[in-house]
């Protein structure tokens, strides 16, 4: 029995399964009719059609409205990111100035106890004390500059003592520790300092603890006077007939 193989086949033949014999192979033919011509091709879709939909183009003036909107809305976006980057920045800055600028806070308040202990060292060391023994005498003047040289040491870097005695009680900066009877002062005022206040630039550092007054008369607070007819920042009235 002889084989046939794929060599063997010539083009345009098949091998017949049952008796092997080559049949030839169907040829594919393309007629006239199915061949296509430019005027059976799909016309373009019109310029300015909506590719998506196939309808036709929005109204320009929709376009416009549309557009403007959308610039209207990147505008408000801008100057939101703007004015949120400016406040960062400003709150930034202001906490570097505070920074450096309350930067010895806890140290001056950690030495603020040393100029209370020369301060004490003083007061034990009345004038009388101090004339009747010259001893007595230099080691106070040598405390006494050693103070003031602590408080311009620390002024330079702002910090300053509250000045409360026979003020108005101010509960900012003072702490009133107890009330005295004194009918020869006004009502409210300082007529003690037990342990002074210091302040550093505009913040308070420590308050000032106090004796206040009472029973004295009542404190006037001082107001601006009414500017009088004719003067600067008053319109006079003119009263001739």
């Known amino acids: 029995m002889t084989q046939t193989t794929a060599k063997d086949q010539t083009p345009g033949e098949t091998p017949n399964a049952e008796s092997g014999a080559r049949e030839p192979a169907e ?89 209370d202990n020369m301060d004490r060292a003083l007061a034990a060391a009345p004038a009388e004390a101090r004339a009747s023994d010259p001893a007595l005498n230099n080691l106070a003047v040598g405390v006494e500059m050693t103070a003031k040289e602590l408080l311009n040491a620390l002024g330079q870097y702002g910090v300053k003592r509250i000045e409360a005695m026979n003020q108005p009680f101010d509960p900012n900066l003072h702490q009133a520790m107890q009330e005295m009877e004194n009918p020869d002062v006004p009502a409210g005022t300082v007529i003690q300092v037990y342990q002074d206040g210091y302040v550093i630039h505009d913040r308070l550092l420590r308050p000032a603890m106090v004796v206040v007054s009472r029973g004295g008369p009542k404190r006037t607070v001082p107001t601006a006077e009414a500017p009088a007819p004719g003067d600067a920042g008053g319109q006079g009235v003119d009263t001739s007939v």
Do not use: F, M
């Not at 393309?30 to 929005?58: F, I, K, N, S």
């Not at 403007?68 to 800055?93: F, H, M, P």
């Open 27 to 115: 040829d594919i033919v393309v007629g006239p009719e199915d061949t296509l011509t430019y005027e059976d091709a799909p016309d373009p879709a019109p310029d300015g059609a909506d590719a998506a939909t196939g309808g036709e183009a929005d109204d320009p003036a929709e376009r416009i409205a549309e557009l403007e909107a959308e610039v209207a809305r990147l505008n408000r976006e801008y100057l939101s990111a703007l004015a949120e980057a400016q406040n960062t920045k400003r709150i930034a800055d202001k906490r570097i100035q505070d920074n450096a600028k309350y930067a010895v806070s806890n140290l001056a308040k950690a030495i603020l106890p040393v100029a």
